[in-house]
């Protein structure tokens, strides 16, 4: 791994990909930021501006319609406050693993070659994804503003972030997450002052609208929500970036505390949206041709023309932005934890390319950003629980093989849970995909939450069973100690700023190019 941190420049984002994957003394592709802005950690909020794409647009606002009030602050809170858990895990595993930049890289020398593959590929689907989503939104959104077919902006849109992310990599993606930051503050600004502005509330539609009061589903998403979303940014790359690059644990702590702020701010904003458009009469709820995802453009319908346009601007930016972020991001995590940099970036890129059809494909046919985005967290929400276990040195025995099991246990789960609940092994099935969304009017959508996490414990504890089952009748018939229990040496030699799982031999440093990589592998079973 060709990689070098600069910690003692993190605050300039610290780190970066070139198509070797090295970086540059002073990274001449960063805007020139002030030294007050630079040590308020600015980069943390862009990180966190990063997950913020169109799709939010659609996913927030149309729960506002559903859940109300209770939604809105329970869905912007969840999508917030699981920032901090890369203030408080991030020093954790940049102790155990200083030299890794990716939670994938601590996962490969914990639990082994396969239990990092397994977890990239969890990434690299989590990415595809998010790709689906934007694109599907920017369809949706371009058709819902302009009335033409959204296609060809998708296409281009597509064109022009593969040209650019090739050749320039993740330079121009970092330049865009600034970008990305400026139009999300720019499309609230703009937006909140023309909507309370321009917008006549009915406060008659208050009422009997309902929005006000709490709901079954509402109280169900004080748990869904929060494991969905923090389990799932435990994938976002962009996250674990900054956590390593940062240059004490202070400031990633008040990097990332001013990121879950700004998020929750904007967002907040974003889901009332839903609301406004209910309470003006924009959206009727009781109108089947309309449908919430697309209560903040129905809202804008009322505003003048000209504030239409500029949202649709930032709109588009906003979107390039992600999707370019998704794309250098997906080739980055097969380019190091799939191939290890030895295969060309070039055929890697290609792969990219290829991949985006079938993203293209399903996003013009994704019925809902809100599911997409379900989906990633139910796979999130299965594996993430059984990963992290190996965090507390408590666990020094748990292995990468229940990592592994636990991870598609937990996805099975959900399958015999929705098998059971409705009485079929077709809606089962379908509970997996949650096709419903959280709309089902029941505890479907909330019993395959509970169901993903606890049952991908249990079969990883059922797993550690069958393993160490295994490994004492293995001793027993080759005459050796049992010693899968064994506290590992690696516990009792621990050396400040060095990794805590590798020999000496293991560790490879080259002083005149700064880069350090480890060889080191953890125990899979």
Same mark, same amino acid.
């Given at each position: 791994?060709k990689?070098?941190l600069? /910690?003692e420049?993190?605050? $300039?984002l610290?780190?970066?990909?070139e198509?070797?994957?090295?970086f540059?003394? =002073?990274?001449p592709?960063?805007?020139p930021l002030?030294?007050?802005f630079l $040590?308020?950690?600015?980069s943390h909020f862009?990180?966190g501006c990063?997950?913020?794409?169109? #799709? ?10 559903i859940t109300g009030?209770?939604?809105v *602050? ?12 890369f203030? !408080? %895990? +991030?020093?954790?595993i940049r102790k155990?693993c200083p030299?890794?930049f990716?939670l994938t890289e ?7 070659i396969?239990?990092a593959?397994y ?8 990415m595809?994804l998010?790709?689906?989503a934007?694109l599907s939104?920017?369809q ?10 959204g296609l060809?902006? *998708?296409?281009?849109e597509?064109?022009?972030?593969t040209?650019?992310?090739?050749? +320039?990599g993740? $330079? ?9 930051g400026?139009?999300v ?13 321009e ?5 008659s539609l208050i009422?009997?609208? #309902? %929005?006000?009061?709490?709901t079954?589903? +509402? ?10 979303i ?5 994938f ?8 390593f690059?940062s ?8 990097g ?6 700004? *998020? ?6 974003? #889901?009332?949206?839903?609301l ?6 924009a959206f009727?709820?009781?109108n089947?041709?309309?449908d ?11 505003l003048?023309?000209?504030t239409?346009?500029?949202?649709l601007v930032?709109?588009v ?6 999707f370019?972020?998704f794309?250098?991001?997906m080739?980055?995590?097969a380019?190091?934890?799939l191939?290890?940099n030895?295969? =060309?970036?070039w055929?890697? @890129? ?6 985006? !059809? ?10 809902s ?6 989906i990633s967290?139910l796979v999130?929400?299965?594996t993430i ?8 040195? @408590?666990?020094?025995?748990? /292995? ?7 991870g598609?246990? #937990?996805?099975?789960s959900?399958?015999? !849970?929705g098998?059971i609940?409705?009485?079929s092994?077709l ?10 969304g959280l709309?089902?009017?029941?505890w479907?959508?909330f019993?395959?939450?509970v169901?993903a ?5 249990l ?5 550690l ?12 018939i080759?005459? @050796?100690?049992?010693?899968a ?5 690696y516990?009792?030699?621990?050396v400040?700023?060095?990794s ?6 293991e560790?490879?440093t080259?002083?005149?190019a700064g880069? *350090?990589?480890?060889?080191? $592998?953890?125990?899979?079973f």
């Open positions: 791994m990689l070098r600069y /910690r420049h993190s605050n $300039k610290g780190l970066a990909w198509s070797d994957c090295r540059e003394e =002073n990274p592709f960063l805007p002030t030294e007050k $040590k308020a950690n600015l862009l990180s990063t997950a913020l794409g169109s #799709g939010i647009l659609f996913a927030y606002p149309q729960l506002a319609t009030v209770q939604g *602050v329970v869905y912007a809170v969840a999508s917030a406050a699981p920032l901090l858990i203030a !408080f %895990l +991030g020093p954790i155990k030299e890794g990716v601590w996962t490969r020398q914990r639990y082994g396969i239990t593959l977890l990239s590929f969890l990434t690299l689907v989590t595809f998010y790709m689906v934007e939104a920017l949706q959104i371009m058709t819902a503003l302009t009335g033409m077919d060809p902006m *998708v296409i281009v597509c064109v022009v972030t040209i650019y992310t090739s050749l +320039g993740f $330079k121009i993606s970092f330049i865009t997450d600034n970008i990305q400026a139009m503050v720019g499309l609230i600004i703009i937006a909140t002052i023309t909507v309370g502005v917008t006549k509330i009915d406060k009422d009997s609208s #309902g %929005l006000t009061k709490p079954l589903l +509402g109280w169900q998403l004080l748990y869904i929500l929060p494991v969905a923090l389990t799932n940014d435990f976002l790359s962009n996250f674990w970036i900054r956590a690059a240059k004490t644990d202070k400031d990633l702590w008040i990332i505390s001013i990121a879950a702020v700004a *998020v929750l701010i904007i967002l907040t904003l974003v #889901g009332t949206s839903g406004i458009a209910a309470w003006s009469g009727d709820p009781t089947p041709e309309q919430g995802s697309i209560a903040f453009f129905l809202l804008l319908e009322q003048p023309a000209w239409v346009g500029i949202v930032m709109v930016s906003l979107s390039t932005a992600a370019d972020s794309q250098s991001a080739v980055s995590t380019s190091n934890d191939f290890r030895k295969l =060309n970036i055929w890697i @890129r290609a792969a990219v390319v290829l991949i985006i !059809f079938p993203v293209v494909v399903i996003a013009l046919k994704a019925p950003i809100l599911q997409i985005y379900l967290d999130s929400a299965s629980p059984v990963l992290i276990l190996g965090l507390n040195d @408590r666990f020094y025995w748990w /292995r990468g093989f229940e990592v592994v099991v636990g598609l246990g #937990g996805i099975l959900v399958f015999i !849970f098998t609940y409705f009485g092994a809606q089962g099935a379908k509970l997996m995909l949650l096709e419903q709309y089902g009017n029941d479907s959508a019993g395959a939450f169901a996490p606890v049952g991908g414990l079969w990883g504890f059922g797993a069973a069958v393993r160490l089952t295994y490994r004492f009748f293995e001793a027993k080759k005459g @050796r100690r049992f010693d229990l064994d506290r590992p040496a516990l009792d030699r621990r400040e700023g060095t805590e799982y590798a020999e000496d031999g560790i490879h080259d002083p005149q880069l *350090v990589t480890v060889d080191h $592998k953890g125990k899979f």
